[in-house]
């Protein structure tokens, strides 16, 4: 019986068809966007220290596309998250993590990635590991 329960949860557990990913990163804000198989609310757990994530953003509508916005972030600061679709359990990967620019002005170095396609694939993974080779090299 205890199998046929895992399975039915497995079944009906919702997954990311597009991961997170980050849009308009500045000094005190951020966009985290995201796509699901199946409509259903987004919760983002997320804070300074990756074992202790202690704020939360809940998207306003069961949907597909999620974009949420997370403002009155500090400049220049690592955070890390974690997100959960409706009742699954949250997905946590110390991958999941974005630094703040540096507030305007600042002096200190600042560097990021820009890729263009989100759809996995082999050229797009050869690209990924082409930008970690060479971020190695910097």
Do not use: C
């Not at 009742?87 to 263009?116: E, H, M, R, Y």
Request: charge should be positive; glycine fraction near 6%; aromatic fraction near 14%.
């Amino acid at each position: 019986f205890a199998w046929l329960l895992l399975l039915a949860q497995t079944s009906f557990a919702q997954k990311f068809v597009r991961n997170p990913y980050l849009q308009n990163l500045g000094p005190r804000s951020v966009i985290l966007k995201m796509r699901s198989d199946k409509p259903e609310y987004v919760q983002l757990l997320f804070g300074t220290d990756k074992n202790k994530l202690e704020f939360k953003k809940i998207s306003s509508a069961r949907t597909l596309d999620h974009d949420l916005q997370l403002d009155s972030l500090l400049p220049n600061t690592r955070y890390y998250y974690t997100v959960q679709i409706g009742n699954s359990q949250a997905v946590l990967d110390t991958n999941w993590q974005f630094k703040t620019a540096p507030p305007v002005g600042a002096k200190n170095k600042f560097s990021f990635w820009s890729i263009g396609d989100l759809y996995g694939g082999p050229q797009q993974l050869a690209v990924y590991e082409g930008f970690k080779k060479f971020r190695k090299n910097i």
